[in-house]
């Protein structure tokens, strides 16, 4: 049971196009992600809600059980053993270095849910990691996978918050690729700053596939953000190559406008476009897979063009014969993020 809560997971591994399998998991993981009831909430603009995060699996083989169910060899144990070692996974699942919860909270009159994972020894304040997963409506979740990286970001001081957006994730409200996801990221700025062991002058963005597309709006929103890493993030959403399946699948009805103008909706998505817009402030990274299938790598390769003709210095990892996710050079991949994010580079 524990296994099919997080049954989102599988989603890395098969088509949208895989309509049962995307029906039951849906169902299933919508029910598993509304908060916990029974928290009181503090009297602020947001009514921020906390509760706490019970771990997904009652023990490591139990998950590594699960892990071996992926197509791919690269999601299986083998592999998760040396992402995630047993001793690690323990550390976590006890809490004893950090506190993992879900949260709750108000935005457009919308209750809105998302996760906060947090070093436990603020001394006085740790810096924060916004952190954005991929995926769109009934597609986009929280994995677990998420959740255990949020918690290696958290072990090293961060406090790191994510939301589920709206209309995602078991969050009030219809999903909204456009100025609702958006805005709802945008309140965990306001979150950060109800935080009194939040550092507010340190936001760090961390965004994968959808969530990197739209941390660029992020920073075109707000010059809060200290530092920010995309990871296969789309910058063109208008000459994509998969334009006509999410056509068929996605973008009707929770793309702002595109029923009126497809092109104008999709430019505005797609930082490719306006890349003056971006913060000049935060320091960007930009990590890519060689040969991601689902995000071709020449999105990240022509905003940086385009980036480096406006005087700005943005940092590009390109992969070689890296995928989407890519999980098969996560070692790396993650040393890459701690060097971006450390407060002592």
């Known amino acids: 049971m524990i296994a099919l809560k997080y049954l989102a997971l599988v989603f890395r591994y098969t088509s949208i196009n895989s309509a049962r399998m995307r029906v039951v998991a849906t169902v299933l993981l919508v029910a598993s992600l509304v908060p916990v009831c029974g928290s009181t909430a503090p009297k602020d603009a947001r009514q921020l809600e906390r509760t706490p995060y019970e771990f997904a699996f009652d023990s490591y083989a139990a998950w590594l059980a699960f892990m071996d169910t992926a197509p791919d060899p690269s999601w299986q144990a083998p592999a998760m053993k040396t992402l995630v070692p047993e001793a690690t996974f323990d550390n976590y699942r006890a809490g004893r270095t950090v506190r993992a919860e879900r949260i709750s909270y108000l935005n457009d009159n919308l209750r809105i849910n998302g996760f906060m994972v947090a070093y436990k020894q603020c001394e006085p304040v740790c810096p924060v990691i916004i952190y954005a997963q991929g995926g769109v409506a009934q597609w986009s979740r929280t994995t677990f996978f998420d959740l255990l990286e949020m918690h290696r970001l958290a072990a090293q001081g961060f406090i790191?918050?994510?939301?589920?957006?709206?209309?995602?994730?078991?969050s009030e409200g219809t999903a909204n690729l456009g100025a609702g996801d958006l805005s709802d990221t945008l309140a965990l700025i306001d979150i950060v700053d109800q935080l009194p062991e939040a550092d507010g002058t340190t936001i760090n963005y961390f965004g994968f596939s959808r969530g990197g597309a739209l941390g660029y709006r992020v920073l075109a929103g707000t010059?809060?953000?200290?530092?920010?890493?995309?990871?296969?993030?789309?910058?063109?959403?208008?000459?994509?190559?998969?334009?006509?399946?999410?056509?068929?699948?996605?973008?009707?009805?929770?793309?702002?406008?595109?029923?009126?103008?497809?092109?104008?909706?999709?430019?505005?998505?797609?930082?490719?476009?306006?890349?003056?817009?971006?913060?000049?402030?935060?320091?960007?990274?930009?990590?890519?897979?060689?040969?991601?299938?689902?995000?071709?790598?020449?999105?990240?390769?022509?905003?940086?063009?385009?980036?480096?003709?406006?005087?700005?210095?943005?940092?590009?990892?390109?992969?070689?014969?890296?995928?989407?996710s890519l999980i098969e050079h996560y070692v790396d991949v993650r040393r890459e993020i701690d060097r971006w994010f450390s407060v002592e580079r």
Do not use: C
């Not at 790191?160 to 078991?170: A, F, I, K, M, Q």
């Open 223 to 324: 010059d809060r953000i200290n530092a920010a890493v995309m990871l296969g993030a789309p910058s063109d959403s208008l000459l994509s190559p998969r334009r006509a399946e999410f056509h068929d699948a996605v973008y009707p009805g929770i793309v702002d406008g595109y029923e009126a103008d497809p092109d104008a909706a999709l430019r505005a998505l797609s930082a490719l476009y306006w890349p003056e817009r971006l913060s000049e402030r935060t320091r960007l990274l930009l990590l890519h897979g060689g040969s991601d299938k689902r995000v071709h790598p020449y999105n990240s390769l022509r905003l940086v063009d385009r980036l480096q003709g406006l005087g700005r210095s943005p940092r590009l990892v390109l992969f070689e014969q890296g995928s989407h």
């Open 160 to 170: 790191v918050l994510s939301t589920s957006r709206r209309g995602e994730g078991g």
